[in-house]
């Protein structure tokens, strides 16, 4: 089964950066596209940024600019890289991988245990 490993989250002050990092290991036949998501505390789930094999980054209207999501295909990696952080970014960030296992098999979402972002001065 694929597991994905997050880390690179913890406290900055505001204005600063922070560059996550999911792995995902086991065996996987391809990779659809990668995603980073995160829930505030109080709110839904959100999609952050988004990267499907053959096209190009997406993001919500509220990181754009600021955040930059690129992969490491050899590796299955992808990352997250945040500046300008505002108290607002204070979430939980979870790593989104959508890919198959088997070449006979369907698309399916594997999740990271997530890793804490804290803004604050």
Not at 40 to 46: D, L
Not at 52 to 61: F, I, K, R, S
Not at 115 to 121: D, P
């Amino acid at each position: 089964q694929v597991q994905l490993v997050e880390s690179g989250g913890g406290l900055v002050q505001p204005g600063g950066s922070l560059r996550l990092s999911c792995a995902a290991s086991g065996t996987i036949f391809s990779i659809n596209a990668m995603r980073w998501y995160r829930r505030a505390p109080g709110k839904q789930r959100e999609l952050v940024a988004a990267i499907a094999t053959g096209g190009t980054p997406d993001y919500a209207d509220s990181v754009k600019g600021r955040f930059t999501i690129s992969r490491d295909n050899a590796k299955n990696t992808v990352y997250l890289q945040m500046n300008s952080l505002k108290p607002e970014d204070t979430a939980v960030y979870y790593c989104n991988v959508e890919g198959r296992v088997r070449l006979w098999s369907g698309a399916q979402d594997y999740w990271g245990q997530g890793t804490q972002v804290t803004v604050s001065s």
